[in-house]
């Protein structure tokens, strides 16, 4: 599944002029990112790092990919509403998982308290990888589904001028003519302006709530500028300001500084680092709260490893998602080997099979945002350690995938232009929006291409591992 610009891959000065086009490019059509030294400022900025080139996917996984987004959209909305499955799933990991207990505490006190929300809004994005088999045949398999702050879909649109801009460089104008349109910050900011417009009050302002740090600004503002060219205001609040000026009005109305809120969007709180005690009051405000959260708790709760690890267990998605075999057989092919290391004789084995055997496996923690899970004699070792202890349940363990590599350019700033082997990892947007029972917008929203060199098992464009790519269907 080779690209058809494997000529000019070794052709070193044809390769320099590309890359130097590329780079203003992307500056001039803002793939951009505020730099290391000064996150918090917008004065000096960098290009986000992303390929010379755009990578080969293989056409039929990218449908595949696009078919089943809908199905996964319904599956994680129906977990959201399943106390009984999230309870059960739980119960072993929120005993060691001090931030997967947390964030179930807050669940269940909200649950106690009765929703005051009755409008939902999921923005997720299913990442996958192309599995290459005995045969050389690939396969799409998931890594994960992210149901909170998930990223670059405003950045990666940006990227697919750079790439079209490239190709005719190199003499490819057919192929750059070839790139598909993709735009998932539009179709993300479309379910926000949903939520909002059901909510009901048009006064009523969007919250986005960001991090300390805001290097992938932005990405967010990308979505942003689609809001506000609806005439929906937003507002960017940390969690320390929902601390300091955020409180429940009548019938649980979220105000901001005298501001009722309609929709909170999190571009944060998905690992625990976001969190001291304030933050976690904040977060709790925000989820008694009657406005939209996206996601709220129970659906950050629906994307959890372990979640993910449960619902390949023969039977957990036919009794999720009854009456639809046709979702569950589409979901259930997408599944690579997932494995509980629960307590027992099923994890005593799946241990025992992982220490002998490393390379088959990735040992994942419940944690987000690239660069926790572990490989190889790493994981060999961590898992000895911890396999008669408890301890191990807060992890779950996953099939390796094993993709083809192919040779790319990842473009950094202050990095030397060297050939690298690359392999891509695809995430697919999908936007719901639910009001009571009823699905109002279910929909995939645009795709995102990730590449990364070989040597790195782990890590996104957020991590400094990964870059911005664009797919080319083959
Ligand atoms: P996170 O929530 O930290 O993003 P992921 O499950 O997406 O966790 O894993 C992070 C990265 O590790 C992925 O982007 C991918 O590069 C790699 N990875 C995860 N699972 C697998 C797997 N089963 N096989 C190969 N690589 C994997
Ligand atoms: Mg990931």
């Excluded at 990223?151 to 070839?178: C, I, N, Y």
Aim: proline share 4%; net charge neutral; with cysteine.
């Amino acid at each position: 599944m080779a690209a058809p610009w494997e000529d000019v891959l070794r052709d070193t000065s044809a390769i320099r002029e590309a890359a130097a086009v590329a780079v203003d490019a992307a500056l001039l059509e803002g793939v951009l990112m505020r730099t290391e030294g000064e996150p918090n400022a917008s004065d000096v900025v960098n290009f986000a790092p992303f390929t010379l080139l755009p990578s080969a996917v293989p056409r039929t996984l990218f449908e595949q990919a696009y078919a089943v987004q809908q199905d996964f959209n319904l599956l994680v909305d129906a977990i959201s509403q399943n106390k009984e499955f999230l309870e059960r799933t739980l119960a072993s990991t929120i005993k060691v998982d001090d931030f997967t207990a947390r964030l179930f505490r807050i669940y269940m006190q909200v649950l106690e308290e009765g929703l005051a929300q009755s409008v939902f809004l999921g923005i997720n994005r299913s990442d996958y990888m192309f599995d290459c088999g005995v045969d050389g045949t690939a396969a799409l398999k998931q890594i994960e589904i992210n149901t909170i702050a998930a990223s670059f879909g405003g950045l990666t649109a940006r990227t697919l001028p750079v790439h079209q801009r490239v190709l005719k460089v190199l003499g490819k104008s057919k192929e750059a003519s070839q790139l598909l349109p993709n735009n998932p910050s539009k179709g993300l900011a479309l379910g926000i302006a949903k939520a909002w417009e059901l909510y009901g009050s048009p006064s009523a302002v969007v919250m986005f709530l960001v991090e300390q740090v805001q290097r992938n600004i932005f990405d967010q503002r990308c979505v942003e500028n689609e809001l506000w060219n609806r005439n929906i205001r937003v507002v960017r609040r940390r969690f320390r300001d929902v601390f300091e000026k955020g409180s429940l009005g009548e019938g649980r109305r979220l105000y901001m500084d005298g501001q009722e809120v309609a929709v909170v969007y999190y571009r944060e709180g998905y690992v625990p680092k976001n969190y001291d005690q304030q933050n976690w009051e904040a977060r709790l405000l925000l989820e008694r709260s009657r406005a939209v959260k996206c996601p709220d708790i129970a659906t950050q709760l629906a994307g959890t490893k372990k979640v993910q690890q449960e619902l390949s267990r023969p039977g957990t998605l036919e009794s999720l998602l009854p009456g639809r075999a046709e979702a569950v057989a589409r979901i259930r092919a997408t599944f690579a080997g997932l494995y509980s290391l629960d307590m027992g004789a099923e994890g005593d084995q799946i241990a025992a099979t992982a220490i002998a055997d490393p390379n088959r496996f990735v040992l994942k923690p419940q944690r987000e945002g690239g660069g926790n899970n572990l490989y190889g004699e790493e994981l060999r070792q961590v898992l000895e350690k911890i396999r008669d202890s408890p301890e191990r349940t807060s992890y779950i363990l996953m099939d390796k995938i094993k993709p083809q590599p192919a040779l790319n350019y990842l473009l950094r700033a202050h990095s030397p232009l060297r050939v690298s082997e690359c392999i891509s990892e695809l995430g697919i947007f999908g936007v719901y929006v639910r009001q009571g029972k009823e699905m109002v917008m279910n929909r995939a929203a645009g795709h995102l291409l990730r590449t990364k060199a070989i040597e790195h098992a782990d890590g996104g464009v957020a991590a400094g591992v990964a870059v911005l790519d664009t797919p080319y269907l083959v």
